[in-house]
């Protein structure tokens, strides 16, 4: 299978769909890089759970403040305007329809918007953090991860095998090889990696694609 | 009234065997270290806590909530994020978890959050569109309001609530630094004691009124430990 | 019938029922005047609905800061230590069982404990404000009234005819001729003003007073 | 993204016929009246008020929300104070709520307040045990928890909030000064639109982090007006 995008240009695709004036929320992994591809005139504002609104890029060792990290663990800047709240404040945010995207990864896509991304049914147990709010919360949630696991297998399937983080929860699904977005229809496949076919796309996703009329090249 | 306590083991003296705890912090920072290695010290079993994590371990050292693991005093754990990504080196936590010698209840951030507050705000329980679908709804009773679906979460509360704040004053109103605030304003309004452990107590009126984050009604004992 | 205790003196026998190390919320009237007569050893911090945690006396009119009321409309000063906080943690305060004493004025009180004290029926409209929050979250309710109205009937009742505030909620009552308990058995005769027979307290109080096998006059 | 206003005129120019908004304020404490007055002079009716009060009059002068009453452009209020404990004085509102032109609910205070945080929580209705046994739970689903009756009350939403406060940045983030903090701060979280007049606009990065009582994400107009 081809490789397609890397995951910098799938962060780099996302980072196009934040708009002036939005309240981002980015989870860890990949969607943390999403914050690099900002164009210079899109003023976007970092949410992190732990409490932490405008934070800025990860600190230089001499910059570090060992009270400021954000919800993956680094520690990072702040921005002007930045500011503090505590945990139940910050979830209010999230849960109450504040943060304009969420940017997940994920193991496994349904159809119907489901998505598993917190544990691996093997390990028996796994940590959730914030993802099950943020999807239920986020007015709109986007999903970054590799179009198939390491070993070929599809992550983009009709039902879930893992559990849940939610359910028809997800907008969109960015991975190396497509930009999807989750309709009422079903699956509407909407962009393809450079030199990837819809066909392509198609042999490695589980449920039927709807091919969008205008589909095109993921623009980078 | 002096809620001033001049040590840890001072401050922690009096929990009590199967005491259900509150500890403040996420991931590293502002965690109430030198609480918990006074409850360490002292030694209390079958203890409840409720705390983002379950404990983590460095090289194979076992530090925060990992000590009261590693020694036995834990019998169930509530928590969001209870093990780290990589399956690689377990924690004291998952070792027990794995071996059926610990409880655990998954809480939803979010939903770990609004309950901890609802619990000190004599909120007995409250609708969250956070679960519905996953594991996180066994058992528990739904809504429908609107048209959309929703769990009925209820408060948690504690016999103590460890929390860690950058200064005091003598009334026990507290401020915070940076992410460090995190869980703990809102476990020091659910516990029956909340004792926070601090970088420097001032004196009563050197907090700036408009400032403080927690307001001394709900905070019991404070003791300073050295900033880490 | 006699007149008992001024106003003053019922706030008087009220504030020795606090203790050191109290959080109090004081309500409009009568039970204001109470944060007057504590003792100089007993440090108490008054709780304000409308957001503000350690108030002191009234403001001298030089002092007066056009934004800093307590919830009774009255401008105040500040006690070292006090804090401000938004009207959902200010009501988290009091449902959430940390105020140890609220203490309210009253229309009538119930041999359970009911209290009515916001609406006189025949207005048809009434201000309820924070009455019923205090009364079904502090740990202690004191109800400071006259005994009677003005023309003579009693407002301890065996139902209370008015609207309700809250349903078996009052823990004291103090009046200008009694100071009573309500308990599981009924309400408790513990003290009478100076001059004030139980016989002459029975009689202008409808339900059947509990005589305290420790009867003693009201001390000031 | 510019959310700084340059008159109260202009940020409240799209308030529409039936809008539901809340208002910020206790007493004469912290009430944008500034935007109220607009809000009069623009002239939309129908209009639902969420506040702690019905508004006041002064020597027969309606102000703040009175204002609004007495213009007609009220059609239902949320209030916890809607009158005036002396029956004498009689109020725009309570004229026109014997008359049966203007339709009234009432909330206890705290209740109004949790449900007006619910609201911008995400959190769609929960339990309280404030108005068991009165007549505010009529209607209402009541829950028993662990042998005591609760109220489900739900969550309060608004097209606008208009609220009040000391400072603003660029970036909306909101400090209050004392007592007139009390609503605002909720408010503006619960609304498709809030719009904040405040006595002084200062430079993103001059309010400290730390102290910011509503962040930027919550406010969507900054107006600075006169200091009362």
Chains 1, 3 share one sequence.
Not at chain 2, 122 to 128: C, R
Not at chain 2, 164 to 191: C, F, K, Q, W
């Amino acid at each position: 299978m081809k490789e397609g995008l890397s995951r910098e240009l799938i962060a780099l695709r996302i980072a196009k769909e934040l708009r002036d004036g939005y309240y981002v929320n980015l989870g860890i992994g990949l969607p943390t890089l999403v914050s690099n591809f900002l164009p210079p005139d899109v003023h976007v504002t970092l949410h992190s759970e732990n409490g932490l609104l405008g934070y800025g890029r990860q600190a230089e060792i001499e910059e570090i403040d060992y009270d400021l990290i954000n919800a993956g663990g680094m520690y990072v800047t702040l921005t002007p305007g930045a500011c503090f709240f505590h945990h139940a404040d910050s979830f209010a945010m999230i849960r109450g329809g504040h943060i304009d995207v969420s940017v997940l990864g994920g193991l496994q896509v349904s159809e119907k918007g489901d998505l598993a991304n917190w544990m691996v049914p093997t390990r028996g147990v796994g940590s959730v953090g914030g993802a099950m709010d943020l999807v239920s919360g986020a007015r709109r949630v986007i999903i970054a991860m590799e179009h198939t696991t390491k070993t070929g297998e599809p992550r983009i399937v009709k039902k879930c095998s893992y559990p849940l983080t939610g359910k028809e929860v997800v907008h969109t699904v960015v991975t190396n090889l497509a930009f999807i977005e989750v309709t009422r229809d079903g699956l509407l496949l909407k962009e393809v990696a450079q030199g990837v076919s819809p066909e392509e796309v198609q042999s490695v996703t589980e449920p039927r694609l709807l091919i969008s009329p205008d589909l095109k090249e993921i623009e980078l | 009234m002096n809620k001033v306590f001049s040590s840890v083991d001072e401050a922690v003296a009096d929990v009590f065997d199967s005491a259900v705890i509150m500890f403040g912090g996420f991931a590293e920072v502002g965690v109430p270290t030198h609480l918990i290695e006074a409850l360490a010290r002292k030694g209390a079993r079958n203890i409840t806590t409720i705390a983002n994590e379950c404990g983590v371990s460095f090289q194979r050292k076992a530090v925060h909530l990992g000590l009261l693991v590693g020694n036995h005093q834990v019998k169930k754990m509530y928590a969001s994020y209870p093990v780290a990504a990589s399956a690689q080196q377990q924690s004291a936590f998952e070792q027990q978890y794995r071996a059926g010698q610990i409880e655990f209840e998954l809480v939803p951030q979010g939903t770990l959050a609004e309950r901890i507050r609802a619990g000190g705000a004599g909120i007995p329980a409250f609708l969250t569109p956070t679960g519905v679908g996953t594991v996180v709804e066994k058992g528990k009773q739904k809504m429908t309001i609107d048209g959309r679906e929703y769990l009925l979460e209820h408060a948690l509360k504690a016999d103590f609530a460890f929390i860690r704040a950058y200064r005091a004053d003598h009334e026990g109103n507290l401020v915070y630094r940076r992410s460090a605030r995190n869980y703990n304003p809102i476990m020091a309004t659910a516990a029956k004691v909340t004792i926070a452990e601090v970088e420097e107590i001032v004196l009563t009126g050197e907090l700036d009124p408009e400032a403080v984050v927690t307001p001394g009604i709900f905070v019991h004992r404070v003791v300073e430990v050295k900033k880490r």
